[in-house]
């Protein structure tokens, strides 16, 4: 079966997700949308280890990954799936309220895609994230899945 | 060979000068000789008298000359000795001290023949009888002492430091050794080293203190902007979902939680911004102050445009500083010159310098605005402290705080004046250019 690719928001905080939803909704995005609350649950997600073993079998057309983060933080997550071959190829946004320089230095040395600074103004907020969802779900050809490998 | 390199010992280079002595003996066996020719009387007899009188008075007077000449030279060796300011010393082998100069007794209290009556270990500290003794033994060996360090026992039990350098002199079994009173030396030494200690004590705990700072203001960046994202945010889906169901009273409450979160965010990221520019590297640099100030004055166009200003540029000199923060500083400045004029028809604001002392610039921002009562003065340059309502005139009370920030990190100063509705003036002192090439 070819679906559309889901979206994967790895966020810890309810609120952050739920405007996220919201302005993706809003655009009437039609990819599914999963989450995982930590960088611990986000590979467990996208290695299909429990609870995520019967997730659909295409890889996220974008993980929008924060930063700061309970167990494994965002930077530790980014730096796993970097290394993981299965998994290099998958786009991540990082999506933060941190402007801070060494985050922005940390980030791109992992090999990120982008990163978004999370806009307190809501309406700029959903912007930013219905941009984010238009340009790598919609517009953006991803890797074939398991074009990571070998 | 002309070309071989000297040896390194000097010793056999100097050609033996014949000592006069010689020469006096010489002549006198001469002198004796031809002598006794003369009584020989022979022909030549009375020549040789003669010459042989000549040669033993000669032989006489060179005699005298040279006795004179070693008195002399032995009494300069002796004055050299006494008054020479360092101690001077030799040791013979079996340990005990044969000369010792006078400084020895004005440094440890003991007179020379007290010196020379023991073995001088017996003066050597005890925990330095170990170092001596191998120092010793190497020079015995042949090998010379230089910067040797060790205790010696003064006549009231203290004990001072000396510092030795010692060549041993194959004939006559000597070392000849020469030592200096380093007791104040190592104790301004140690000074230093406990002082340097302690400063590094307070670096540590400066980092440690910048660290935690650090640590602050990156959780201020995220965790206290994360909450208002989310006040601000379901305000407005409220807004969008629940319009109709409120009346007048709870759209504008609605209004003023948006605008209250708002302001936060703003003094956030100011407050952000301030503590950045306290961590910035500063890339100081000699910089034309006028090209800092044109720069500025481009970033402005937007809050001059539609206000009659009058800007007046004096001439201003080079300084010493980090092009970029001076500029946000200028920025600063003229941002609130605009803003505290804008109630005036025409804006009058004037940059210039005034003599500075001790190799310092100081610039000022001097303008025609509402001023400020001096009294409130000492508030001017405090984080988020304004002398004015937001309704007024808008703002967070962070430009000149950075200003102040940007001043101290220079090592400068920062200071204002005014009157009420009477116009500012702002003052900063600057390092002067340094007469280097700008970067």
Known sequence: MIGLRPVLIVDDSADDVELMREALGTFKLANPIDVARDGEEALRYLRREPPFAARPTLDPSVVLLDLKMPKLDGLEA????????????????????????????????????????????????????????????????PPPTGGGRG | MDTAPASPSGRGLRPPTPPKALIAIHTLVAGAVLWLVALSNGPSALIAGVVALAALGGAALLWRRDTIERAAAAQRLELL??????????ADTAGHFQDVNPVWERVFGFTAEELKAKPFLDFVHPDDVARTLRMYAEQQEGAEAVAFANRYRCKDGSYRWLEWNATPVAAGDLIYAMARDITDRRAADERIRALT?????????????????????????????????????????????????????????????????????????????????????????????????????????EELAGREVELRLRPLPA?????????????????????????????????????????????????????????????????????????????????????????????????????????????????????????
């Open chain 2, 81 to 90: 000795f006494s008054h020479f300011p360092d101690l001077l010393v030799t």
């Open chain 1, 78 to 141: 980014l730096r796993e799936i970097r290394a993981d071959p299965a998994l290099r190829a998958i786009p991540i946004v990082m999506v933060t309220s941190s402007r801070e320089e060494q985050d922005l230095v940390r980030s791109y040395a992992l090999g990120v895609n982008a990163y978004v600074v999370k806009p307190v103004d809501f309406a700029a907020f959903a912007d930013a994230v219905q941009q984010l969802g238009a340009f790598w779900a919609v517009l953006n050809e």
């Open chain 2, 319 to 439: 300084v010493h500083g980090d092009p970029s923060l001076l500029r946000l500083a200028v920025i600063n400045l003229l941002s609130n010159a605009l803003k505290y004029t804008r109630t005036r028809p025409r804006a009058e604001i004037e940059l210039g310098t005034e003599p500075g002392d001790g190799g310092r610039v100081v610039m000022y921002v001097r303008d025609n605005g509402v001023g400020f009562d001096m009294k409130y003065a000492d508030k001017l340059f405090g984080v988020f402290q304004r002398l004015h309502s937001a309704e007024e005139f808008e703002g967070t009370g962070i430009g000149l705080a950075n200003v102040q920030r940007i001043v101290h990190r220079h090592g400068g100063r920062v200071w204002g004046e005014g009157r009420p509705d009477a116009g500012a003036t702002f003052f900063l002192s600057l390092p002067a250019a340094r007469g280097e090439a700008a970067a």
């Open chain 2, 197 to 301: 200690a302690q400063l590094e004590t307070h670096v540590a705990s400066l980092q440690a203190v910048n660290g935690e700072l650090e640590a602050f203001s990156y959780s201020v960046s995220h965790d206290l902007r994360a909450p208002l994202r989310h006040i601000v945010g379901f305000a407005d889906l409220l807004e969008k979902q629940a319009a109709g169901a409120l009346d007048e009273t709870g759209l504008r409450y609605l209004a003023k939680v948006r605008a209250a979160a708002k302001r936060m965010g703003q003094l956030i990221d100011d407050l952000l911004a301030f503590s950045r520019l306290g961590r910035a590297e500063l890339r100081a640099v000699d910089v034309p102050l006028d090209e800092v100030v044109r720069s500025a004055a481009a970033e402005m166009q």
